[in-house]
C-alpha cells in the first residue's frame, strides 16, 4: 500500500521544486483561452504555460481613458484581487483546507507557493498581504512568455469552432456572458443567487430534547424535529426579529426570491409567519408527548452518515455571531457548533451536477433549439485502485514501482467499441473553474483553476486527461460539484463532508475524531501521490 507523510515546515521550498520545468522541444498544442483574471484564471494560465501551452489570459477589468473600468466588487484592475478576506484558511494538520493545500503544493500550484511567499502572521491560517500577494500574480504573468495577456470583455463563446476555452469569470460574470453561458448550457442551468441554510455537527445536538419523525409519518423518519411550545417560539422569535444583520454590500444587494426569503424577513411579516413556513407543526406530532409542538425546526442530514445537519429553510443574511446566539435557543441546539452559517448573496454559478464531468467540462448542452449538443466519456475508479491498495485487473503494471496504473476506457454499449473521444463529440473544449464552477472559496477556486489547467493542457496535447482521484481532497472538491443533487446544489468549501469516509467497521473501531480525521488525511495524500505519479507527462515536463 502505497502510503504518504504529511508535508512539513519545508512545504514552501518543496513546492517551488516540484513545478514543472518549460520543454526544451516540442511541437506546439492548441492555444488555451482563459477568461478571467481572479484566482482560477492565472492558476489555470500559469499551469497550462508551463506545460508548454501558448495561453491568451483574458480579463475585463482594465484602463478606459485614464479610468478603470471594474466589477461591481473590485477596486482595482490587478490580477488576483481579494475582494473580501485575505485569508486561505487553515494551516493545522488534519483539517480539510490543510488537506486541499498540501495536495496543491504537491501538484506545483504557482498561486498557493506565491501565498506562501506573501504570508502574513495569521495564527493556525494561511492570511496573504493581498496587495503583495496580486503584485506577485502580475510578476508571475508577466515573465511567462507562454501567456498573453487581454483586457477585454469576452461575450460570445462559438461552441462550434474548435478550441480549449476555460471559463474563471467568478460569481460576478458579466451580464452578457452569463446570458451566453445560459445559450450554451440551457435556460435555467445558471443560478444568480445562493441561498444557504446553517449546519450543525451532529455530535453537538442534545438527543434528548429532539425527535425524529417524518411529517405526517410519510416515509422514513430522517428528519431531526425540535420542539418548541409557545414561549420558546416567542424568546426565540424576539431574538431573530433584534439579531443585526450582515453588512450588505452595494454589489450584494438583492431583490429576493419570494421562495428563498431570508428568516428575518419573512418574521417581520407576522409572528406567526414562521410557524406557517420553515417553523410549521403540522403532521409532526411528538411521539414523546402525543402532542403537536407550537412550533418545529427541521433539521435534515448532510450526508449519508449523519455526521452533520442542516436547518431547513433557515437561510438568513444575519451576521455569524448574531446567528450563534439566536440558533443556540432552539430546543436541542443549545451546545450546538456549526460547521456553517446560513448566507445569501450574489453568486452566479452553473448547476455543475448536471453540467460538467469530472475533468470538469462541459458534458452537456443545449443548443437554442434545444437540442444536445455535447457528451464526454466516463472513467470510473474506486478509492482502493487510487490508493494504491490494488490495481485494477484490466490494467498490467508497467514498471516494478508504479503504485497505479490507469484503467483501460470502458466499452461502449452493444457493439463493444470505445466511445468516442472528446474531440470527436465536441471540437470546442469548454472547462469551468473558480467559483462560476460551483465551489466556494479562495483556495477552492485555485484548486480548480489548478485542475482546469491541467485538464486542458493534457487536451491540447491531443491526451484524455485523468481526473483526480476520488479520494484525494481535490478529487472530492470535484466529485461533489459533479454528483450533487442538482435540485439542492449549492457552492461547497472542502469540508470532511465531501471527503470520502472510513470504512465503517474502521469508523466504528477508532472512536477518536482526530485520529479519523489522520487516518483520511493519510488516505487521500496517499491516493493523490499515486495519481500524481502515474500522470502521462512528457518527461521533459517532470519535475
Same mark, same amino acid.
Given at each position: 500500500?502505497t502510503t504518504?507523510?504529511?508535508?512539513?515546515?519545508d512545504?514552501?521550498? /518543496?513546492?517551488?521544486?516540484?513545478?514543472?520545468a518549460?520543454?526544451?522541444?516540442?511541437? +506546439?498544442?492548441?492555444? !488555451?483561452?482563459?477568461?478571467?483574471?481572479?484566482?482560477?484564471?492565472?492558476?489555470?494560465? &500559469?499551469?497550462?504555460?508551463?506545460?508548454?501551452?501558448?495561453?491568451?489570459?483574458?480579463?475585463?477589468?482594465?484602463? !478606459?481613458?485614464?479610468?478603470?473600468?471594474?466589477?461591481?466588487?473590485?477596486?482595482?484592475?490587478?490580477f488576483?484581487?481579494?475582494?473580501c478576506?485575505?485569508s486561505?484558511?487553515?494551516?493545522?494538520?488534519n483539517?480539510a483546507?490543510?488537506?486541499?493545500?498540501?495536495?496543491m503544493?504537491?501538484?506545483?500550484?504557482?498561486?498557493l507557493?506565491?501565498?506562501?511567499e506573501?504570508?502574513?502572521?495569521?495564527g493556525?491560517?494561511?492570511?496573504?498581504?493581498?496587495?503583495?500577494?496580486?503584485?506577485?500574480?502580475?510578476?508571475?504573468?508577466?515573465?511567462?512568455? @507562454?501567456?498573453?495577456?487581454i483586457r =477585454?470583455?469576452?461575450?460570445?463563446?462559438?461552441?462550434?469552432?474548435?478550441?480549449?476555452?476555460?471559463?474563471?469569470?467568478?460569481?460576478?460574470?458579466?451580464?452578457?456572458?452569463s446570458?451566453?453561458?445560459?445559450?450554451?448550457?440551457?435556460?435555467?442551468? %445558471?443560478?444568480?443567487?445562493d441561498?444557504?441554510?446553517?449546519?450543525?455537527?451532529?455530535?453537538?445536538?442534545?438527543?434528548d430534547?429532539?425527535?425524529?419523525?417524518?411529517?405526517?409519518?410519510?416515509?422514513?423518519?430522517?428528519?431531526?424535529? #425540535?420542539?418548541?411550545?409557545?414561549?420558546?417560539?416567542?424568546r426565540? %422569535?424576539?431574538? &431573530?426579529l433584534?439579531?443585526e444583520?450582515?453588512?450588505?454590500?452595494?454589489?450584494?444587494?438583492?431583490?429576493?426570491?419570494?421562495?428563498c426569503?431570508? &428568516?428575518?424577513?419573512?418574521? *417581520?411579516?407576522? /409572528?406567526?409567519?414562521?410557524r $406557517?413556513?420553515?417553523?410549521? +407543526?403540522?403532521g409532526?406530532?411528538?411521539? /414523546?408527548?402525543?402532542?403537536?409542538?407550537?412550533?418545529?425546526?427541521?433539521? *435534515?442530514?448532510?450526508n449519508?452518515?449523519?455526521?452533520?445537519?442542516?436547518?431547513?429553510?433557515?437561510?438568513?443574511?444575519?451576521? $455569524?455571531? =448574531?446567528?450563534? *446566539?439566536v440558533?443556540?435557543?432552539? +430546543?436541542?441546539?443549545?451546545?450546538?457548533? $456549526?460547521?456553517?452559517?446560513?448566507?445569501?448573496?450574489?453568486?452566479?454559478?452553473?448547476?455543475?451536477p448536471?453540467?460538467l464531468?469530472? #475533468?470538469?467540462?462541459?458534458?452537456?448542452?443545449?443548443?437554442?433549439?434545444?437540442?444536445?449538443?455535447?457528451?464526454?466519456?466516463? $472513467?470510473?475508479?474506486?478509492?482502493?485502485?487510487?490508493?494504491?491498495?490494488?490495481?485494477?485487473?484490466?490494467? !498490467?503494471?508497467?514498471?516494478?514501482?508504479?503504485?497505479?496504473?490507469?484503467?483501460? +476506457?470502458?466499452?461502449?454499449?452493444?457493439?463493444?467499441?470505445?466511445?468516442?473521444?472528446?474531440s470527436?463529440?465536441?471540437?470546442?473544449?469548454?472547462?469551468?473553474?473558480?467559483?462560476?464552477?460551483?465551489?466556494e472559496?479562495y483556495?477552492?477556486?485555485?484548486?480548480?483553476?489548478l485542475?482546469?489547467?491541467?485538464?486542458?493542457?493534457?487536451?491540447?496535447?491531443?491526451?484524455?486527461?485523468?481526473?483526480?482521484?476520488?479520494?484525494?481532497?481535490?478529487?472530492s472538491l470535484?466529485?461533489?460539484?459533479?454528483?450533487?443533487d442538482p435540485?439542492?446544489?449549492?457552492?461547497?468549501?472542502?469540508?470532511f463532508?465531501?471527503?470520502?469516509?472510513?470504512?465503517?467497521e474502521? @469508523?466504528?473501531?477508532?472512536?477518536?475524531?482526530?485520529e479519523?480525521?489522520r487516518? !483520511?488525511?493519510? /488516505?487521500?495524500?496517499?491516493?493523490?501521490?499515486?495519481?500524481?505519479?502515474?500522470?502521462?507527462?512528457?518527461?521533459? &515536463?517532470?519535475?
Amino acid at each position: 500500500m502505497t502510503t504518504a507523510t504529511p508535508l512539513t515546515g519545508d512545504d514552501r521550498e /518543496r513546492s517551488k521544486s516540484s513545478e514543472y520545468a518549460r520543454p526544451k522541444a516540442a511541437a +506546439p498544442p492548441q492555444v !488555451v483561452r482563459i477568461i478571467g483574471g481572479g484566482l482560477a484564471g492565472p492558476e489555470a494560465a &500559469l499551469t497550462a504555460a508551463r506545460l508548454g501551452c501558448d495561453v491568451e489570459l483574458y480579463e475585463m477589468r482594465t484602463m !478606459v481613458d485614464g479610468k478603470p473600468r471594474l466589477t461591481p466588487a473590485h477596486q482595482t484592475t490587478e490580477f488576483g484581487e481579494l475582494v473580501c478576506s485575505n485569508s486561505l484558511k487553515s494551516e493545522s494538520p488534519n483539517t480539510a483546507p490543510w488537506l486541499l493545500k498540501q495536495e496543491m503544493r504537491r501538484a506545483g500550484s504557482a498561486l498557493l507557493r506565491l501565498a506562501d511567499e506573501t504570508a502574513v502572521p495569521a495564527g493556525h491560517a494561511l492570511a496573504v498581504d493581498r496587495v503583495e500577494f496580486s503584485r506577485r500574480i502580475a510578476e508571475a504573468i508577466a515573465a511567462e512568455p @507562454r501567456i498573453r495577456v487581454i483586457r =477585454e470583455e469576452v461575450t460570445t463563446l462559438d461552441e462550434k469552432e474548435p478550441g480549449i476555452t476555460i471559463l474563471a469569470t467568478g460569481p460576478l460574470t458579466s451580464d452578457a456572458l452569463s446570458r451566453e453561458i445560459e445559450r450554451i448550457t440551457g435556460s435555467g442551468r %445558471l443560478a444568480f443567487y445562493d441561498s444557504i441554510s446553517p449546519i450543525v455537527d451532529a455530535e453537538t445536538i442534545d438527543m434528548d430534547r429532539v425527535y425524529f419523525a417524518a411529517r405526517w409519518d410519510k416515509g422514513t423518519a430522517d428528519y431531526i424535529n #425540535c420542539p418548541m411550545d409557545r414561549a420558546e417560539y416567542d424568546r426565540f %422569535l424576539d431574538a &431573530l426579529l433584534a439579531a443585526e444583520a450582515a453588512e450588505a454590500k452595494e454589489w450584494e444587494k438583492l431583490d429576493y426570491f419570494e421562495g428563498c426569503l431570508p &428568516l428575518e424577513i419573512l418574521a *417581520r411579516r407576522g /409572528r406567526d409567519t414562521l410557524r $406557517f413556513g420553515p417553523m410549521k +407543526p403540522v403532521g409532526l406530532r411528538d411521539p /414523546r408527548t402525543g402532542r403537536t409542538p407550537w412550533a418545529v425546526v427541521q433539521l *435534515r442530514k448532510e450526508n449519508l452518515r449523519a455526521d452533520s445537519y442542516n436547518l431547513v429553510g433557515f437561510q438568513n443574511h444575519l451576521k $455569524f455571531g =448574531e446567528q450563534a *446566539r439566536v440558533l443556540r435557543l432552539i +430546543p436541542g441546539l443549545e451546545n450546538a457548533r $456549526f460547521l456553517r452559517y446560513g448566507q445569501i448573496h450574489r453568486n452566479t454559478y452553473i448547476q455543475a451536477p448536471l453540467l460538467l464531468d469530472e #475533468c470538469l467540462r462541459l458534458k452537456t448542452g443545449t443548443s437554442q433549439s434545444g437540442q444536445q449538443t455535447l457528451r464526454a466519456p466516463s $472513467f470510473p475508479r474506486s478509492s482502493a485502485e487510487w490508493a494504491g491498495n490494488l490495481a485494477p485487473q484490466s490494467a !498490467v503494471s508497467q514498471a516494478v514501482n508504479d503504485p497505479w496504473v490507469p484503467p483501460v +476506457p470502458p466499452l461502449g454499449p452493444a457493439n463493444h467499441e470505445p466511445q468516442p473521444s472528446w474531440s470527436e463529440v465536441q471540437p470546442h473544449t469548454i472547462l469551468f473553474a473558480g467559483q462560476l464552477s460551483g465551489v466556494e472559496g479562495y483556495t477552492e477556486s485555485i484548486a480548480t483553476g489548478l485542475l482546469a489547467g491541467l485538464y486542458a493542457a493534457a487536451i491540447a496535447r491531443g491526451e484524455e486527461p485523468t481526473p483526480a482521484p476520488r479520494a484525494s481532497a481535490l478529487g472530492s472538491l470535484v466529485h461533489y460539484i459533479t454528483h450533487a443533487d442538482p435540485k439542492d446544489f449549492q457552492p461547497a468549501n472542502i469540508t470532511f463532508d465531501l471527503l470520502e469516509p472510513l470504512e465503517e467497521e474502521l @469508523r466504528k473501531k477508532v472512536r477518536d475524531k482526530k485520529e479519523r480525521h489522520r487516518m !483520511v488525511c493519510e /488516505r487521500s495524500l496517499a491516493a493523490f501521490d499515486a495519481w500524481w505519479a502515474a500522470r502521462e507527462l512528457p518527461s521533459e &515536463l517532470r519535475a
